[in-house]
């Protein structure tokens, strides 16, 4: 039996959900964790799951997804698991049907890249392999943070097209994408976007994501100030702001195929933790 759950989600159902991914990564040696964004299950926010679907045979689960559309873009992002194959490309199957009734403008599922029925699984439902991002973790920064008089100003109104432009600019993103990006961070307490100024310039943004554990997302530097140290600069800025507040680790996401940005942050100290496969539906 397929079961549906829309938020907000109860701390029975987060429990549940909580003990079988844990028993499913133990067995298997895979992370789940984090593609069915199980920390962010039980917030009341915009990067919430939302829905939650859990197949039972009888009692017992066999296989669970998420669904989240972070930016609220209908760019439909799915992680799921589940105890075999074919349960796998069931779950997902009536996972995809369900979110073509909502008329989506995409539909990706993320997966660690170890979880071989699931790559199998969507393989079989004609999934294409498109992106593979790195997860890594800083506890301890590497290196001196570069001589650059950068400052980390918290967003304002008054910078907003600047913003703007420098996520246009650095990631390519259209003008829907870009605000978007802003508009998540205004509207989450647990994240604050930032803009690195140089002599009072807007020339990039950073934001940084305060909740159980600390992450950082939206690095960008104008390409006209990239290779001057400003990214190194920024990073090092934000990772002690962060330790500082008591955290005891900072964690990002990163294409694989992004090699520059990928030394970087090794360079800064940061050590892969987990990969993950991105699936166009």
């Known amino acids: ?29 895979i992370n789940l964790e984090v593609p ?25 689960m066999t296989a669970a997804g998420s669904v989240v559309d972070i930016l609220k873009t209908k760019d439909y992002e799915i992680g799921f698991a589940a105890s075999d194959e074919q349960t796998a490309r069931g779950l997902m199957s009536v996972i995809h049907q369900d979110l073509l009734s909502l008329f989506p403008t995409s539909i990706t599922a993320v997966i660690d890249e170890r979880a ?10 004609g999934a294409n392999n498109e992106v593979c991002e790195a997860q890594l973790m800083v506890s301890q920064l590497s290196g001196e943070k570069p001589a650059v008089p950068i400052e980390l100003v918290e967003y304002h109104f008054s910078r907003h097209n600047d913003y703007r432009e420098v996520l246009m600019d ?22 604050t976007l930032y803009g690195i100024h140089v002599n009072g310039a807007t020339v990039g943004t950073i934001n ?24 190194r600069a920024a990073l090092h800025e934000a990772v002690n702001m962060l330790f500082e507040e008591g955290y005891r680790s900072v964690s990002l996401d990163v294409e694989i195929k992004n ?4 030394k970087l942050y090794e360079e800064v100290g940061f050590q892969v933790q987990n990969i993950f496969q991105f699936f166009k539906m």
Not at 1 to 22: A, H, R
Not at 259 to 262: E, I, S, V
Request: aromatic letters at 8%; hydrophobic letters at 40%; glycine letters at 6%.
């Open 36 to 60: 069915l964004n199980l920390s962010s299950v039980l917030e009341e926010e915009d990067g919430s799951p939302d829905f939650i679907y859990i197949l039972y045979q009888g009692d017992k």
């Open 259 to 262: 090699t520059h940005a990928l």
């Open 208 to 231: 940084l994501i305060r909740s159980d554990d600390a992450f950082i997302t939206a690095l960008a530097v104008r390409p006209s100030h990239q290779k001057k140290g400003i990214g």
């Open 116 to 125: 071989t029925l699931e790559k199998n699984a969507l393989l079989e439902l």
């Open 1 to 29: 039996m397929l079961k549906k759950f829309p938020p907000p989600f109860s701390t029975e159902l987060y429990e549940q959900l909580s003990l079988w991914v844990s028993q499913q990564q133990n067995v298997r040696g």
């Open 170 to 191: 650095s990631f390519g993103d259209e003008v829907e994408e870009a605000e978007a990006i802003i508009q998540l961070s205004l509207s989450q307490p647990s994240r």
